[in-house]
């Protein structure tokens, strides 16, 4: 059995430079990765493809055929011809339509796991070409490290070596759909948004120098995803209320949010003190890197 993380992914800033003629968002997002993720197991068998799902969060997981780890696994079997198969075993832990890349990640953790079992490298363009069909969030979750991420997802820039960086993740227990906020921007094919964008950010930032290109960041889908899910705001001035709290902001299309802390005693004691007020929220402290 080979056994991987599929960690969550942190859009650190998220911003929406237009929408391209194929009818996808042109975006610039620094990318980080969290220690709290889903847990996934391999075992070949060269007779079956299945996927059994257990934990928390399973039941909105969905273990049929649409599920992404099936869906990256048949694409690869597509890709290469002889490709051994088996069963996956997820764990599913992190919350499901949260911004958070749950889902694309699990496929970049099954991605991983076939590309060992077969031998393959872990660059291999093969792997690299059914990540982008699986999923745009895909092809950075192949290689969970803080980076740069640019146009519909496929474009990755170097891994950045970020400082150390205390975390609260929460999301409140709403689920929302990625396609209704991208839709709130209004935005045809070929229309460019206004906003500046995005700074460049060093391949080892100081603490810092990354908070203050955090602070002239933004993710502009915060405000189409509070229309959707009005509990964000909550979520947020939570977040932002937390002593010691030096940055709060949403994560992809929501509703998971984040606050960054300069130390990992201020994130767990603000994790306790929303937790005891909010116990049915989904609430982690985590190190982004």
């Not at 290689?143 to 409140?172: F, H, K, Q, Y």
């Not at 964008?197 to 955090?214: Q, S, T, V």
């Not at 960041?217 to 705001?233: K, M, T």
Request: with cysteine; proline share 6%.
């Amino acid at each position: 059995m080979l056994t991987t993380r599929a960690p969550a992914k942190i859009n650190l800033t998220l911003h929406v430079l237009g929408r391209r003629e194929d009818g996808y968002h042109a975006l610039e997002s620094l990318v980080a990765f969290s220690g709290a993720g889903d847990t996934l197991s391999f075992t070949p068998d060269d007779d079956a493809l299945s996927l059994d799902i257990s934990g928390p969060t399973s039941s909105a997981a969905g273990a049929g055929a649409d599920n992404l780890v099936l869906r990256a696994a048949r694409r690869l079997a597509e890709e290469i011809k002889g490709l051994r198969l088996g069963r996956f075993r997820l764990d599913k832990r992190l919350p499901v339509a949260a911004g958070i890349g749950g889902g694309s990640s699990d496929a970049a953790a099954a991605l991983r796991l076939l590309a060992k079992a077969n031998h393959l490298a872990p660059d291999d363009p093969r792997l690299i070409e059914v990540a982008r069909a699986v999923g745009s969030d895909v092809p950075v979750c192949l290689d969970p490290r803080a980076r740069m991420m640019r146009g519909a997802g496929e474009t990755l820039g170097e891994p950045i070596r970020l400082p150390l960086l205390p975390a609260v993740l929460l999301n409140p227990g709403a689920p929302v759909a990625t396609g209704p906020v991208f839709a709130a921007l209004g935005l045809q094919p070929g229309a460019l948004r206004d906003g500046a964008a995005h700074g460049d950010i060093a391949a080892r930032p100081g603490a810092d120098e990354l908070l203050a290109a955090l602070a002239r960041g933004r993710n502009d889908l915060e405000d189409a995803a509070c229309l959707q899910a009005p509990v964000i705001v909550d979520a947020l001035a939570m977040l932002r209320g937390a002593r010691g709290c030096r940055l709060a902001r949403m994560s992809g299309s929501g509703a998971t949010c984040f606050a960054l802390f300069s130390t990992q005693r201020e994130a767990v004691r603000a994790a306790s003190v929303i937790r005891a007020q909010h116990p049915g929220w989904w609430v982690k402290t985590a190190v982004l890197r």
